[in-house]
Every structure is written in structure tokens, then in C-alpha cells.
């Protein structure tokens, strides 16, 4: 799988959760969604090609935000919960 179909099947589940997803999913998966874009971004003109890449760009991103203050800690263990759950949906459904 490359980072473009990556980021396609984690927007997809993103997608999916906005017509039943409770305020707290639809506030993490909605800032995950932009942290998402920007790794795929970084890693295309970075020349970095997978999966990992992106994984890794997202998780320095989301770091940076909470040493930013961008986020106090409910948010971030609902931000970081999100994701991990994002992973596990898109590696289950390319195992």
C-alpha cells in the first residue's frame, strides 16, 4: 500500500464515523483528519514512500501540537485514542 491510498482508507473511516460518531470522535477524527494531510504532504516532498513514514510524520505532528498547548489533556488522549483506533480499523481491513 502506498501513503496515498494510506491516507484514503484513513479518510474513509473518518468519513464513515461523521453520521453516527459521538462530539468527542467527531472533534478527534476532524483534527486528525488535517494532521493526516500535512504528513502525506511532508512525506511527498521529502521523497518518503511508507506507511511508516506518514504513521511517524502524524505522531511527530500530534506531539508537536500538545507541546504547543494546542490541545489540554482530555483532548489529547481523545486525539490519540482516535488514531490508534484509525490504525487498527485500516490495518484490519488490509490484512
Known amino acids: 500500500m502506498n501513503i496515498h491510498e494510506f491516507e ?3 479518510l474513509a473511516q473518518i468519513d464513515a464515523m461523521v453520521a453516527h ?3 468527542d470522535e467527531l472533534f478527534a477524527s476532524g483534527y486528525l483528519r488535517g494532521h493526516i494531510s500535512l504528513a502525506v504532504a511532508n512525506c511527498e516532498i521529502h521523497g518518503k514512500t511508507l506507511v511508516r513514514d506518514v504513521e511517524m ?14 490541545l ?3 483532548d489529547q488522549r481523545l486525539v490519540d485514542e482516535m488514531w490508534q483506533r484509525l490504525l487498527r480499523q485500516v490495518r484490519q481491513q488490509t490484512a
Open 8 to 10: 484514503q482508507l484513513l
Open 21 to 23: 460518531g459521538s462530539d
Open 57 to 70: 510524520n502524524v505522531l511527530r505532528s500530534l506531539q508537536q501540537a500538545c507541546l504547543n498547548g494546542e
Open 72 to 74: 489540554n489533556d482530555q
